[in-house]
């Protein structure tokens, strides 16, 4: 019966896709309360004082990022896209990396299940994977910028 | 002499679960009560975290009670626990809405992944069914957030009032179909071969199922996917009833498939919040800790009983949220 056929390969799809998204998860969530903690507990200096925080995040987004460059950071733009990876030796930006983990392992999992829709010629779902993982790397990359409030 | 035991137990136990149940009650009504309060403080308590540094820990632990309160509702309530949380944070928190967006999504999107494992090994969530949809709405997704963010803040924070109360309307009317009725599959479904098989667990019958009106539930999936990266609210909400009701997947398909697409749709749009710097750890962290734990409490007291009245607190909670975001965009 090809619904039964189907049920089974679409299950070993997913099975796939289960696998990387658990370890994915845990390995995220674990680094994100690890981080979270140096941070938190100062084991990791921060690049804005945890004291300074509160003053900054009733900005909007803009008028933060010109804030604290302006205040701390001292570079030449404020911080967007991927530039937090310069300052991973700061407790603060330690975090992101956890967040990037979280955020990027749905691409991961997509890329994981190209191999397996391929070799079963199912060129609909290989095409929209493929798709798929281009949408998310593409707002990943930080290429798409938005004007200001 | 044994029945008689038995019928004391099971009083002490309703009356105990009675109890919880008007804890939580009291809790959340407080927070509701005690909201403006916060937000009336919150300029004292910045000015106060300005002068004195040994307090900034304040916020974080409330941001961190709140949420932990708001993931057992959320639960309990049957709602995701993003929906709750960027109009009731942005409503009552000195945060602003960039950094309560970013939040939410972040909040929606780890929750959306702890569960994604599971839903996909049960069948419950259908990796055919999510694949065409999640383009679809994660690519909106990403014309939402650019949108969110470019547009004035009082705006967003009108439209996310007119969103929460429409979504507290929809609470109202929706119903919900178990095993809707689909007499036949439509070509789009069929071509793409989106149908399976799941195991209802209180029964262990087989459901075979299949969808239709495929082509109308994907194009509303693009206003989906554009409100929850606009909003950062995650898109449960919405998703549900669109493949319940409108393409027929089974119920439980329905929310274990929406709770997985939450993970794909909420990517997209929070890479970009991430990427112009709306996320904050200070205020992603404890939210993100505080929703999932308090999730867990959540589901462990909803495997003894369903208590129906967190719902009418929800929809209380969310139409005073609703509310709070007009007059906040408003500047009434």
């Given at each position: 019966m090809p619904e039964e056929s189907v049920v089974v390969n679409t299950h070993h799809e997913q099975v796939i896709y289960a696998n990387i998204l658990e370890k994915g998860m845990y390995l995220g969530l674990g680094c994100l309360i690890v981080t979270f903690g140096l941070y938190v507990f100062g084991v990791i200096p921060s690049a804005i004082p945890l004291a300074e925080v509160s003053k900054y995040w009733s900005q909007d987004a803009h008028s933060y990022l010109e804030a604290i460059n302006r205040d701390?950071?001292?570079?030449?733009?404020?911080?967007?896209?991927?530039?937090w990876t310069t300052l991973l030796r700061k407790g603060d930006f330690l975090n992101f990396l956890s967040i990037a983990i979280l955020a990027g392992l749905t691409i991961l999992c997509y890329l994981t299940i190209i191999p397996s829709l391929l070799k079963k010629k199912d060129t609909a779902y290989t095409l929209m994977t493929i798709v798929e993982v281009a949408v998310l790397v593409l707002a990943a990359s930080g290429i798409l910028v938005v004007g200001g409030h | 002499m044994f029945d008689q035991d038995k019928l004391i137990h099971t009083k002490i136990r309703n009356s105990i679960f009675r109890r919880l149940c008007l804890q939580l009650g009291m809790i959340t009504l407080s927070l509701v009560l005690f909201c403006p309060v916060i937000a009336t403080a919150t300029e004292t308590v910045t000015a106060t975290t300005a002068t004195a540094?040994?307090?900034?820990?304040i916020w974080p632990v409330i941001l961190f009670v709140v949420t932990l309160v708001m993931g057992i509702v959320a639960v309990l309530g049957g709602i995701g626990g993003a929906v709750l949380y960027v109009p009731i944070i942005s409503g009552?928190?000195?945060?602003h809405l960039d950094f309560v967006r970013g939040a939410g999504l972040l909040v929606a999107l780890s929750g959306a992944l702890a569960a994604g494992p599971s839903l996909l090994r049960s069948d419950l969530a259908n990796l055919r069914l999510a694949i065409p949809v999640a383009l679809i709405a994660s690519a909106s997704a990403i014309f939402g957030s650019m949108i969110g963010l470019a547009v004035p803040t009082n705006i967003v924070q009108i439209c996310l009032g007119i969103t929460v109360l429409g979504i507290v309307a929809l609470m109202f009317m929706a119903k919900k179909s178990e095993l809707p009725d689909v007499p036949k599959a439509d070509a789009l479904s069929s071509a793409l071969r989106i149908y399976g098989v799941y195991t209802e667990?209180?029964?262990?019958q087989t459901v075979n199922w299949k969808i239709h009106r495929t082509p109308v539930g994907l194009a509303i999936f693009i206003i989906i996917g554009f409100m929850a990266g606009m909003f950062g609210l995650g898109a449960g909400w919405a998703n549900v009833p669109v493949l319940n009701l409108l393409m027929g997947a089974p119920l439980k398909i329905s929310v274990g498939t929406s709770k997985f697409l939450l993970s794909i749709t909420d990517t997209s749009a929070a890479w970009i919040y991430f990427n112009q710097g709306c996320v904050i750890p200070m205020i992603v962290v404890p939210s993100l800790i505080g929703i999932m734990l308090g999730s867990f409490i959540g589901v462990k007291i909803l495997k003894k009983a369903k208590p129906a009245f967190i719902r009418w607190m929800v929809i209380g909670l969310l139409t005073f949220a609703g509310l709070k975001a007009l007059q906040k965009g408003l500047g009434i």
């Open positions: 701390f950071l001292h570079l030449d733009h404020p911080i967007t896209g991927w530039a | 540094s040994s307090t900034w820990w009552f928190f000195p945060f667990g209180s029964s262990g």
